[in-house]
């Protein structure tokens, strides 16, 4: 009998009043009871079984307490009285002034029950009945996470939850409310007739998510109701559509799949109805309403123990629409990739397809070049006799330029490395490598020739290189310091990339310190380094065990021939090249400070400077960054630019909190690109944050404006924002 009853409560009681977060703990149904009571009567006749005074009951952690407790055998009936508590394992906790349960514990009542769960939050109804052992009823109920408070225990919590019916149905896991109220600060602000959640016990539900509502300048009023489905235990589905006035109807979905041996998220959004503006010519065919969207793919699926497969794709109709519908990108391009691995024990492997797109509104987005494919192998060997490595390079790449050419390339290369030590206790690395190019290029006026052509053209390009470095150590207890003087010498053939050859891959380069005792500094197969040069530069710092550390590098090259391969103002179209450098300063968990530059060699002109600070202690955090580049003589084109980027977080009270950021382009004094102010209250149960964000970003049919966010957190409810007219 005592363990049907103790099961019974747990089913009766805890479960019954299910709230966010609980989670219902089994113990063996079989595991002994222990009784205790002040006093305890038994009337044969009447079939009764009276336990009274201090009477507790335990078993698996769960304990039952009561002033009186009756079984009735002739009706299968429990009673408990007076001071009734119900611990369980999980640290829930239900009191309750009077329970009753019958009928094979399958029914059962209880009146005016209040249980304390295991995160502090409390639920209370004036009565609850369980019928057929699967639906609990609970009227006149109160719900809240808050802390009643201190000084005046009977104040409204900051937000509860009221409604004159809640109900769990165990079969169906669903727990609905029927005229529920939410309350703040004991003002009722929001009232639906019926709402409905799964039950705490559910992982995954299919139903309504939190609406949508809002504005911002480029798509007026919004509003929208996403959906989420369930489609099986390893994949769902989010439906997300928006209305708008000024941009249409967004119909967003967003799909998940886990596999045994991998995963895909993929993204896609439909929007029919928008008013685009070509951002190249704006005057003319301003207006249209073709449809819009953009495809976002992610996933990894492993083949073998050697090989996975893979995608990470993000393509979109036209460079306006990412930014205006607040879908999120990272860069001013867009790179459909999809790929093979090959993880060897001393080898790698790829085939991979690029596809890009440009978001730059000075040029077009369907412009650039798709590779179908590209395949690389390199492995290296164990060391030889003489500690070297061999190393085995291998690239084909077939590529697509729409409206210039199109290009196959093979490229194999090898090296043998050895790194050896010095009689000073200085270093050195000697290499010595050989790469052969053949390319085959279908060629149009367009790309620099008189008339079409189909070119093969090959070259083999052989390279010695040494470096050496020599560390000066001076170490102590409280500070050890270093100088290291470095030196790269390189040899390699004059010449290599004659204009017969494209150059698709190795366009983008800036001279840096990152460049420095590198042997070829192109970033892409398509050129090479040639000629004779030697890098050199000094490498020192500062390094306490306590207090942290600080590091500088600085260093320039010298080229043997006066001609080179680089581009005008890179920083390497000279003999010597621009002095490049770095200096990063931590000296504790306060502070952080990097700085870069790049000085013209012969002038000593600042060509490019990076400066960041960071730091702070916990409650109040800044960081500042700075980048400017000059103007380049001989290329009147390109413009100076300089902007400044500041952010601060901070934290008032313990309860209030806020963030700020800016960035401004200082090259027309101080202009405004992006600025946003956050502000942030946090308790126990409530966050509510308020952001206030400016952007004078504007083509298209983006439109520069305000925008303000306010975000309500109710704990154990999720988030409700609501986003008023932008300006």
């Not at 009571?37 to 304990?63: I, R």
């Not at 000697?430 to 090959?458: C, H, I, K, M, W």
Request: charged share 20%; hydrophobic share 35%; net charge negative.
């Amino acid at each position: 009998m005592a363990r049907r009853w103790i099961m019974l409560l747990l089913c009766g009681a805890a479960t019954l009043f299910a709230a966010p977060s609980h989670a219902q703990e089994k113990g063996n149904p079989n595991a002994p009871v222990l009784v205790t009571a002040d006093e305890l009567q038994f009337d044969q006749e009447l079939g009764l079984v009276v336990a009274k005074g201090h009477v507790e009951l335990s078993q698996n952690d769960q304990t039952l307490l009561a002033d009186t407790v009756t079984y009735n055998q002739k009706t299968d009936t429990v009673t408990a009285s007076g001071h009734v508590s119900l611990s369980q394992p999980s640290g829930d906790v239900a009191f309750a002034d009077f329970m009753e349960l019958h009928d094979n514990f399958r029914d059962g009542f209880i009146r005016d029950v209040r249980i304390l769960l295991s995160d502090r939050s409390r639920l209370a109804g004036n009565t609850a009945r369980r019928v057929a052992g699967i639906r609990t009823e609970m009227r006149r109920v109160v719900y809240s996470p808050c802390e009643l408070c201190a000084e005046d225990p009977t104040r409204p919590p900051v937000w509860q939850l009221k409604a004159e019916q809640v109900t769990d149905d165990a079969e169906l896991q669903i727990v609905e409310y029927r005229n529920a109220v939410m309350e703040i600060e004991g003002v009722p602000v929001f009232y639906t007739p019926y709402m409905s959640h799964p039950d705490p016990s559910v992982k995954r539900a299919s139903g309504f998510l939190a609406p949508i509502v809002g504005s911002d300048p480029s798509n007026g009023f919004r509003a929208g109701v996403p959906y989420f489905l369930v489609l099986g235990p390893d994949k769902d589905l989010t439906f997300r559509p928006e209305f708008t006035t000024e941009g249409g109807t967004v119909l967003d979905g967003q799909y998940r799949e886990a596999f045994s041996n991998g995963y895909l998220k993929t993204d896609t959004s439909l929007t029919v109805g928008s008013r685009s503006v070509n951002p190249r010519a704006p005057d003319i065919n301003a207006s249209s309403n073709d449809v819009r969207g953009h495809v976002f793919a992610d996933g990894i699926l492993d083949l073998t123990d050697s090989w996975r497969a893979g995608i990470n794709a993000l393509a979109t109709t036209d460079q306006t629409y990412l930014p205006r519908y607040h879908f999120p990108y990272s860069s001013n391009y867009l790179t459909d990739h999809g790929y093979a691995e090959y993880f060897g024990s001393s080898s790698y492997g790829n085939i991979s397809a690029y596809a890009f797109q440009n978001l730059n509104p000075d040029f077009g987005i369907a412009n650039e070049p798709m590779v179908l494919p590209i395949a690389t192998y390199q492995t290296i060997t164990s060391p030889d006799g003489l500690g070297g490595r061999w190393q085995f390079d291998g690239n084909a790449m077939n590529l697509i330029n729409r409206n210039t050419l199109n290009e196959r390339r093979l490229s194999v290369g090898s090296g043998w490395r050895l790194p050896l030590n010095g009689p000073l206790g200085d270093k050195y690395q000697f290499s010595a490598t050989v790469r052969t190019d053949g390319y085959d290029s279908d060629l149009t006026p367009q790309s620099g020739f008189s008339s079409n052509a189909t070119r093969v053209e090959g070259r083999v390009f052989p390279q010695l290189a040494l470096s050496w470095r020599y560390p000066w150590i001076r170490p102590s207890d409280t500070l050890t310091a270093l100088v290291e003087p470095m030196a790269g010498v390189y040899a390699a053939p004059i010449g290599g990339n004659q204009a017969s050859i494209p150059n698709e891959d190795s366009q983008g380069f800036e001279f840096d310190e990152s460049h420095l005792f590198r042997a070829n500094r192109f970033p892409g197969l398509d050129r090479v380094d040639g000629g004779q040069r030697v890098d050199y530069g000094l490498h020192a710092g500062l390094y306490n065990p306590t207090t942290g550390s600080a590091q500088v590098l600085i260093g320039e090259s010298y080229r043997f021939q006066k001609s080179a391969d680089f581009p005008f103002g890179a920083g390497l179209d000279h003999q010597r090249s621009d002095v490049v450098g770095r200096l990063v300063i931590s000296p504790g968990s306060y502070f952080d400070l990097f700085y870069r530059a790049r000085v013209d060699g012969e002038t000593f002109a600042m060509r490019r400077q990076e400066v960041g600070v960071s730091g702070g202690p916990t409650n109040l955090t800044g960081s500042v960054s700075y980048i400017a580049t000059s103007t380049i003589p001989g290329l009147p084109s390109v413009l100076p630019a300089s902007q400044v980027s500041a952010g601060l977080s901070f934290q008032l009270t313990p309860n209030w909190s806020g963030q700020v950021s800016d960035t401004q382009n200082l090259n027309n004094g101080l202009t405004s690109i992006n600025t946003a102010v956050q502000i942030t209250y946090r308790d126990d149960c409530l966050a509510v944050t308020a952001s206030v964000r400016r952007s004078a970003i504007q083509f298209g049919d983006l439109h520069a404006g305000t925008s303000f966010l306010l975000t309500f957190t109710f704990r154990n409810l999720g988030d409700i924002a609501v986003e008023p007219f932008g300006s």
